[in-house]
């Protein structure tokens, strides 16, 4: 049989992506895809166009940083605001919001939007603050804060941040439940990723997670939302913002239906520049969900990034010293974690992929499948089905 042609895989592609635009969701398997997908360069990001801004600093009057300030506004950086009120002036808080966000993301600080200042700022991110009113930063600098301190709305010991009043599932929690929005009609393999990224938090504390059916009555709702659903936190589509979680105990935790999540097989291989781990993404976002704010330390699941193709599932320190403040330790867990290592942070090309996948995922994955199977799901939910769901 002779071989596909790209352009006949891409036609193909574009109509079973298409025959999935009526509520949900199936996923969308892509064999062999580094063979015939294009490696774009560009990540086709919602935020790219701020790459042409670099070099600005105070003074300078330039086209598009009046939604740099929307975006710093947006993460906390720089007052609420209507967003007529923003300029394209280079102004004082301006500079002040870009020195916060240099501090906060281990840069140098000198207030001018460099280089390695927008490459930061345009790599996807949860859409949670990293300053929540106004007062405090993500604990950057090294230096431990006291738990004392009146001044900050996060409470902050090390890197780790707690949500402003230190919000957490009641004393006394031992069990919390889950459940999946109905509309997404979520399949086994996506339900066993969120179950996976639980498990890392059970792991090291005294909190058990279990799935229910009862999505009304979960402790935790998950969903998958497309644009503006309807909480004030619209999705983007691709990259830019790729979920967000509220703090304890709200529990809702909605993801942007419009990234090209992947559920298996080894991210960092993958030649779709816009593909993004869903387990890395659902470890952070369940941080948030039992009281963790953003963390400065680069290597913590709470530090706010996380760019397309890398994998980041494995709790730091940080994030075992925050959760264990708010809920104690496991008495089970030894300090180290069992389910660390060799998939951590294998963004740099390393071929991480002889790891086996069969402990973590819920279904049996060869090595062979990890090399050359990525599966993506991909959901496209009429944004009228999200607003009739969110009203129910
Ligand atoms: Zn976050
Ligand atoms: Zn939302």
Known sequence: MNKPQPHQLITLAFFLSFSLTNFVVSARFFPNV????????????????????????????????????????????????????????????????????????????????????????????????????????????????????????????????????????????????????PGNGLTDTVKGVFAVAFARWSEVTSLTFRETESYFSADIRIGFFSGDHGDGEPFDGSLGTLAHAFSPTNGRFHLDADEDWVVSGDVTQSALSTAVDLESVAVHEIGHLLGLGHSSEEEAVMFPTISSRRKKVVLAQDDIKGIQFLYGTNPNYNGSSATSAPERDSSDGSNSSSSSCSWRLPFPCSHDMVNSVYTFIHYRIPRVYDIIIFII
């Open 34 to 181: 580094s063979s015939w997908l294009p490696d774009h360069a560009p990540l086709g990001g919602a935020w790219d166009a701020f790459r042409n801004l670099t070099g600005c600093h105070r003074g300078d009057n330039y086209d598009g940083l009046a939604n740099l300030k929307s975006y710093f506004e947006r993460f906390g950086y720089i007052p609420h605001a209507p967003p007529s009120n923003f300029s394209d002036e280079f102004d004082d808080a301006l500079e002040s919001a870009i020195k916060t966000y240099q501090k906060n993301f281990n840069l140098n600080v000198t207030g001018v939007l460099d280089d390695s200042t927008l490459r930061q700022i345009v790599l996807p991110r949860c859409g949670v603050a990293d300053i929540i009113n106004g007062t405090t930063t993500m604990n950057a600098g090294k230096q431990n804060e006291t738990a004392s301190s009146s001044k900050l709305r996060f409470h902050t010991v090390a890197h780790y941040t707690l949500f402003p009043g230190m919000p957490r599932w009641p004393e006394g929690t031992e069990e919390l439940t889950y459940a999946f929005n």
